[in-house]
């Protein structure tokens, strides 16, 4: 079975991507596209097939996996050949939703809260990849505008930014909010009340 993929920060894949994805872009025709396309289509077929040796759960976490993995490549190809922000968060967007999917799929090995739990903490990571993303793309857009029209635009693009990177706060930690106030449900009573306190206190939620 493929081993799980792993889900990068939204900084360090935009960071791989910069240096990455310009040389290869120019390296690459149209025919080398269509054959890596096909290459990673075909490579998806092969790991689909040798899930089938596998029963139940386990079955279904290495679909999920080969399904992962082939849209991560197919996304990372199109920023191969024509790289745009657009195309990098897509990238960055394809690799949370691939762990996502895995990590969901290894949550129905669970049952009861911690099955819940392991829900929660999978959708916060996702919110948080999508959120990373995000920040990402609409900084470089800020930044390259800024670098187009000198004093005014820098001003607009570190408040576009700090608008940015509020709202992604704001949705991780609504997430973990999440996350924190499903393992108080395993508690009763005055202790759960006490849980749900803190977890709101914790993450601005009075």
């Known amino acids: 079975m493929m081993k799980p993929l792993n889900l990068l920060s939204g900084a360090a894949m935009a960071a791989c991507l910069m240096f990455g994805t310009s040389a290869m872009a120019q390296a690459m025709s149209s025919t080398d596209f269509s054959a890596s396309k096909t290459r990673i289509k075909t490579e998806y077929k092969a790991d689909k097939k040798g899930c089938a040796s596998l029963a139940s759960n386990a079955k ?4 999920a996996e080969a399904k992962g993995k082939e849209a ?10 024509k790289p745009t922000l657009k195309t990098q968060y897509k990238v960055s967007v394809a690799k949370g939703e691939a762990a996502y999917d895995v990590a969901k799929q290894k949550c129905d090995d669970l049952s009861g809260n911690p099955k819940d739990v392991c829900v929660k903490e999978a959708k916060a990571a996702l919110t948080t990849a999508k959120a990373d993303a995000t920040v ?3 900084t470089s857009a800020a930044n390259t505008t800024a670098n187009e029209t000198k004093a005014d635009a820098n001003a607009k693009a570190s408040s576009d930014t700090k608008e940015v990177r509020a709202d992604a706060t704001a949705d991780k930690r ?18 759960k009340d006490t849980c749900l306190a803190a977890a709101k206190a914790n993450f601005g939620k009075l």
């Not at 279904?60 to 679909?63: A, G, P, V, Y």
């Not at 991560?72 to 050949?81: F, G, H, K, R």
């Not at 973990?176 to 202790?191: G, H, P, Y």
């Open 60 to 63: 279904d976490i290495c679909i």
């Open 72 to 81: 991560v490549a197919l996304a990372e190809l199109d920023n191969s050949y």
């Open 136 to 138: 990402q793309m609409k």
């Open 174 to 191: 609504a997430a973990q909010l999440k996350v924190a106030e499903q393992k108080c449900d395993a508690l009763a009573s005055t202790a």
